[in-house]
């Protein structure tokens, strides 16, 4: 059994700073990529930024220079530090994670966590 456990969302004015963690533990024999999603309400699941094992990253559009990923992988940990929060980037955030068990690899999701920025 895989789960993905994250931590940090909660409610932040507009220009403040939150740190999301995201803890994936079970029977892992490695993790490849690790990521951020949000889905705000009414709206689709988007990708917010992505990284590999190597550390290579990529962001959306809309966050790139705001919000940096980063991974633990001795904790199997991803993180997303967002700073100048915007109310757009209210939304409930997912974590995700390509993650091999027994010799298969699938994508693993977390519960998400709730980003809530007031203007």
């Known amino acids: 059994q895989v789960q993905l456990v994250e931590s940090g969302g909660g409610l932040v004015q507009a220009g403040g700073s939150l740190r999301l963690s995201c803890a994936a533990s079970?029977?892992?024999?490695?993790?490849?990529?690790m990521g951020w999603y949000r889905q705000a309400p009414g709206k689709q699941r988007d990708l917010v930024a992505r990284?590999?094992?190597?550390?290579?990253?990529n962001y959306a559009d809309s966050v790139k220079g705001r919000f940096t990923i980063s991974r633990d992988n001795a904790k199997n940990t991803v993180y997303l530090q967002m700073n100048s929060l915007k109310p757009e980037d209210t939304a409930i955030y997912y974590c995700?994670?390509?993650?091999?068990?027994?010799?298969?690899?699938?994508?693993?999701w977390g519960q998400g966590t709730q980003v809530t920025v007031s203007s």
């Open positions: 995700t994670a390509e993650i091999v068990v027994a010799g298969t690899s699938r994508r693993y």
């Open positions: 079970g029977r892992i024999f490695s993790i490849n990529g």
């Open positions: 990284i590999t094992s190597s550390g290579m990253t």
